[in-house]
Structures are given as structure tokens and as C-alpha cells.
């Protein structure tokens, strides 16, 4: 059974830092492209990173130079730091596994960026 487990959420103050952190079960995680979304109260859910196999990274522009994603795959794990925070980075991040036609979810943690 495939799982995957997002933590790291939170209240933080503007300008403040996360680390969110997926860990995934049951896939071969290193073949995997992994990413995080986010979706807002009442938006789309929307794109915030990806990263590749082979190490390539992809990011929406409303954060580059802020997130940075990255992988362990000794431990199977997916992490975006999140500097700088801002309120509308306000939503519920969810991390994504991706290989071929397999696509896997976790189930969201909360970031509220607020004073």
C-alpha cells in the first residue's frame, strides 16, 4: 500500500520558515518525481515545486528564490523549506509522487502564515 505522509505545518509570523516533510512507503521513491502543491481556501490547487529523479527542480515563480525542495532517498523522504513566508503562501500543502501513469497524494498539512 502506498502512502504518503506530509508534517511540518503550522502558524508562523510573516517572514518566518517552515520545513514541510513527506515521507512516502510502498514505491520505489528514488524513480519518482516528487513535488508539492498547495491549495488556498476557495482557489485551485496550484503547483508550488517539483524535483526529478535526476535532480532537476521546477518552481512557480510567486516562490523561487524563497522554497527550495529537495529529496533523501535513503530515507524516502521529500522536503520543501519554506523561507520568507508570506500571508499568501497561506494553504494546505500536499506532497505528490509521480512516475509514468502513477500519480500518489498525501492527505495535506496546514501552513497559515499569519501575525
Known amino acids: 500500500q502506498v502512502q504518503l505522509v506530509e508534517s511540518g505545518g503550522g502558524l508562523v509570523p510573516p517572514g518566518g520558515s517552515l520545513r514541510l516533510s513527506c515521507a512516502a512507503s510502498?514505491?520505489?521513491?528514488?524513480?519518482?518525481?516528487v513535488g508539492w502543491y498547495r491549495q488556498a481556501p476557495g482557489k485551485q490547487r496550484e503547483l508550488v515545486a517539483t524535483?526529478?529523479?535526476?535532480?532537476?527542480?521546477n518552481y512557480v515563480d510567486s516562490v523561487k528564490g524563497r522554497f527550495t525542495i529537495s529529496r533523501d532517498n535513503a530515507k524516502n523522504t521529500v522536503y520543501l523549506q519554506m523561507n520568507r513566508l508570506k500571508p499568501e503562501d497561506t494553504a494546505v500543502y500536499y506532497c505528490?509522487?509521480?512516475?509514468?501513469?502513477?500519480?500518489?497524494w498525501g492527505q495535506g498539512t496546514q501552513v497559515t502564515v499569519s501575525s
Open positions: 505528490n509522487a509521480a512516475f509514468r501513469e502513477s500519480a500518489y
Open positions: 510502498g514505491i520505489i521513491f528514488r524513480i519518482y518525481v
Open positions: 524535483l526529478t529523479s535526476t535532480g532537476r527542480t
